[in-house]
């Protein structure tokens, strides 16, 4: 990427080619440095949340399955034993 020097004017404000009328999201890294990227806009009604989908309606064989799973849970293997460790190491 080929560096670009500019000088902001009084009111901070620097121009970048390519990015004329367009949305942007800012980022402050540090105190030198920030990045700067052309923002996608969605409209407000082609959003979708995956909250949206949810409860999630099971047949009465998978309710079951899931009641007896919580009920009798397997003993965790070495994985699941890996991942407990790390996740207490890091936030106890």
């Known amino acids: 990427m080929a560096e670009m020097y500019r000088t902001a004017d009084s009111k901070g404000r620097v121009a970048l080619p390519g990015f004329a009328n ?8 540090d105190d030198t440095e920030y990045r700067v990227r052309r923002a ?3 409209a407000e009604k082609d959003l979708h949340f995956h909250e949206e989908d949810f409860p999630v309606k099971l047949s009465e064989q998978d309710a079951a399955g899931v009641l007896e ?5 397997p003993a965790p293997n070495q994985a699941a034993r890996r991942a407990a460790k790390r996740f207490r190491k890091h936030h106890d």
């Open 40 to 42: 996608k806009v969605i």
């Open 69 to 73: 799973a919580m009920e009798n849970a």
């Open 22 to 29: 367009a949305m942007l999201i800012i980022e402050k890294i």
